[in-house]
């Protein structure tokens, strides 16, 4: 490394810039050495470092020589985009220096040896840290924020500080502007009734939005560890209220959100009195043999086991069955996997479960909801952090993420017997290997088609795993691959104009395979689940004048109490 030239005559926030320099190299090079690193990768790594930092450093010392900001380099980083951070030798520098740390703990992590777990919950442990540490999460090191503190005189601390105690009592990080928001006047609005409830779900009818209907009615079943009305935030970007105008007759699923009096339910009581009871209902309301359905995400993996127990009942209610970016195979699950092993879940049924010394717990809705949120940390909390309390901004109306932020709790001991026999054991797949409701589960003894949706950046439910879900159904199946990830690649209405989506009708026996012989369509991918579903729901009829059936009167208008009801 080339003899470091004199500071003085840069005065004293060079001498800083100097020992941060020094500070950073001489630790990295320490952590190095104290890792299990092969020492060829611990030699290049230290080479590549070294090159890099110093090129950094004489680039800097050339822009305070020159005192010209124009000197420093753009960074392309989107945290550092600011012109603030340019402006000054100082800001850049420490922008770049992060930037070459975090990149070298990163190769780091990825030439440590171990087993492939092993590696991967390091590579996401340095990662947290990683994000974490950014210069700009810091008031301190953050030169866009400092700047606009001085230009509001205060004013945006003052907020940021209040906007933090704000989120402090409230619980999580807010990541929209949750007052402008309320269930069942701005979001969860197509119109409808509840017309059954139980202490699990509460079913609701929407009204029809076309003169004729099809005879078979459609049943949505969404996940349990989320509000319903994902599937219904506004209007134009509702896929319950674009079914009732392709011309079904829509019934969806309402979870109630657990409260301390259902701690003791089991899976079996979900789905015994979740999914099957609400099929049996919409089967009673509407005379029809046959219904078609719907399952979204874990909605989809009770929706396929609760077809599978009345299957093995000698019952075939399902005409078809759609699933988006669900599960039913769990030896891909993506990051999540790196959570799950068994000291995890023997832990969790020691805590929540069935075998907890003071007895059954909730696994809170918050928990959950900071899990998912720190698979995708800069994105979903430091973006937050540094928009909400350092820069006092607020942030902007939108209706995904305030559902984002409306938690749901779930009963221990079904969310633990659902860890352990799906993501650590994998037994759903295996026919037979299950008992659920007293029966034997096998899904292949399913026989409606199938139509099996996931999102190519999906990081909850990798898209190579649920594709996998072709080889465990034996009926007639259509894979469609849609683009974004887990929630916006489902929520695409043909409306907007936006994404695309890959087709291809064979089914090979990978998925990359699938995806090499796909082709790319532009826009939404609800056209042709359209087109698929209207042909398994039959003949058109007039529609219904009213909710529900003498029987089955309507309790409350849409969306009910249950979605109100806050972890």
């Given at each position: 490394?080339?003899?470091m030239p ?15 320099f020094g ?7 320490k952590s190095m050495g104290?890792l299990?690193?092969?020492?060829d990768?611990?030699?290049?790594l ?7 930092a110093?090129l950094?450093?004489?680039?800097t ?5 020159g005192g ?5 380099a753009p960074i ?5 985009s ?6 000054t030798p ?13 990149r070298?703990l990163?190769q ?12 991967g ?7 947290q ?18 700047r606009?503190a ?18 402090l ?9 949750e ?7 701005n979001v969860?609005?197509?119109?409808g009734?509840v017309?059954?409830e ?6 609701i009818e ?13 049943l949505?079943?969404?996940p349990c560890?989320?509000k319903y009305y994902?599937?219904?935030?506004q209007p134009e970007?509702?896929l ?5 105008q ?10 109630r959100?657990?409260d301390?009096?259902m ?15 609400a099929?049996?209902?919409v ?10 359905t719907?399952?979204?995400c874990?909605?989809g993996?009770?929706?396929s086991?609760?077809?599978a127990?009345l299957?093995?009942r000698?019952e075939?209610?399902?005409?078809s069955?759609?699933?988006?970016t669900t599960?039913v195979?769990?030896?891909d699950?993506g ?5 799950v092993d ?7 049924e ?6 907890a010394p ?8 918050q928990e ?5 949120s720190?698979?995708?940390?800069n ?9 909400n ?5 607020t942030?902007?109306p939108?209706?995904?993420?305030y559902?984002n932020?409306d938690?749901?709790?779930?009963p221990?001991?079904?969310y633990?017997?659902?860890?352990r026999n ?11 290997a299950?008992?659920t409701?007293g029966e034997?589960?096998d899904l292949?003894?399913i ?5 099996l949706y996931?999102?190519r ?6 898209w ?5 879900s072709?080889?465990v159904?034996?009926g007639?199946k259509r894979?469609?691959?849609g683009?974004?990830?887990h929630?916006a ?9 936006k994404r695309?989506h ?5 089914l ?7 995806l090499a012989g796909?082709k790319?369509?532009?826009?939404s ?7 698929w ?6 003949k ?16 409350e ?11």
């Amino acid at each position: 490394m080339p003899a470091m030239p004199t500071l003085d005559a840069f005065g004293p926030q060079a001498q800083k810039t100097a020992d941060a320099f020094g500070a950073a190299v001489g630790g990295l090079m320490k952590s190095m050495g104290a890792l299990n690193l092969p020492s060829d990768a611990i030699a290049q790594l230290q080479a590549d470092y070294l090159k890099e930092a110093t090129l950094i450093w004489n680039g800097t010392l050339q822009s305070m020589q020159g005192g010209e900001a124009a000197s420093c380099a753009p960074i392309k980083d989107r945290r550092f985009s600011a012109k603030d951070w340019s402006a000054t030798p100082a800001s850049a520098f420490s922008a770049q220096m992060y930037l070459l740390n975090a990149r070298t703990l990163m190769q780091m992590a990825e030439n440590v040896q171990g087993d492939a777990k092993t590696k991967g919950r390091i590579r996401f442990a340095v990662q947290q840290w990683v994000d974490a540490m950014s210069p700009s999460n810091f008031l301190a090191l953050n030169p866009e924020a400092q700047r606009k503190a001085l230009e509001s005189r205060g004013e945006s601390i003052s907020k940021g500080v209040q906007q933090l105690v704000h989120d402090l009592q409230q619980g999580h990080v807010s990541q929209t502007d949750e007052s402008l928001f309320e269930v069942g006047r701005n979001v969860a609005t197509t119109e409808g009734a509840v017309v059954f409830e139980n202490e699990f779900f509460q079913l609701i009818e929407y009204k029809p939005l076309t003169a004729k209907v099809f005879e078979r009615p459609m049943l949505f079943v969404p996940p349990c560890i989320n509000k319903y009305y994902i599937l219904d935030l506004q209007p134009e970007n509702s896929l319950i209220r674009y079914t009732v105008q392709q011309g079904h007759r829509v019934f969806v699923v309402s979870w109630r959100n657990p409260d301390e009096s259902m701690a003791s339910k089991t899976w079996d009581d979900y789905i015994e009195h979740g999914p099957i009871t609400a099929i049996h209902t919409v089967q009673a309301i509407t005379g029809a043999k046959t219904i078609d359905t719907l399952g979204f995400c874990v909605g989809g993996t009770i929706l396929s086991t609760a077809l599978a127990v009345l299957a093995a009942r000698g019952e075939q209610p399902a005409e078809s069955v759609t699933l988006l970016t669900t599960f039913v195979d769990f030896a891909d699950t993506g990051i999540l996997d790196l959570f799950v092993d068994e000291p995890m879940c023997q832990m969790r049924e020691m805590t929540i479960g069935e075998r907890a010394p003071q007895g059954p717990g909730l696994l809170k809705g918050q928990e959950l909801a900071t899990t998912f949120s720190f698979l995708r940390p800069n994105d979903l909390v430091w973006n937050y952090v540094v928009g909400n309390y350092l820069k006092g901004e607020t942030p902007p109306p939108f209706d995904l993420l305030y559902w984002n932020s409306d938690s749901t709790n779930l009963p221990g001991p079904m969310y633990c017997w659902y860890l352990r026999n799906t993501y650590l054991e994998n037994k759903l797949k295996v026919p037979g290997a299950l008992s659920t409701c007293g029966e034997k589960v096998d899904l292949g003894a399913i026989k409606a088609p199938v139509y099996l949706y996931a999102s190519r950046e999906d990081h909850i439910v990798p898209w190579t795993g649920a594709y996998a879900s072709t080889k465990v159904f034996k009926g007639k199946k259509r894979f469609m691959l849609g683009a974004s990830g887990h929630i916006a690649g489902v929520i695409n209405p043909p409306a907007a104009g936006k994404r695309s989506h890959w087709v291809n009708d064979k089914l090979p026996d990978t998925a990359d395979a699938w995806l090499a012989g796909a082709k790319e369509v532009p826009g939404s991918w609800w056209t042709d689940w359209a087109q698929w579903l209207g042909s398994h729901a039959g003949k058109q009829i007039t529609a219904p004048k009213s909710y529900g059936s003498a029987k089955f009167k309507a309790i409350e208008p849409a969306p009910g109490r249950y979605v109100k009801q806050k972890a």
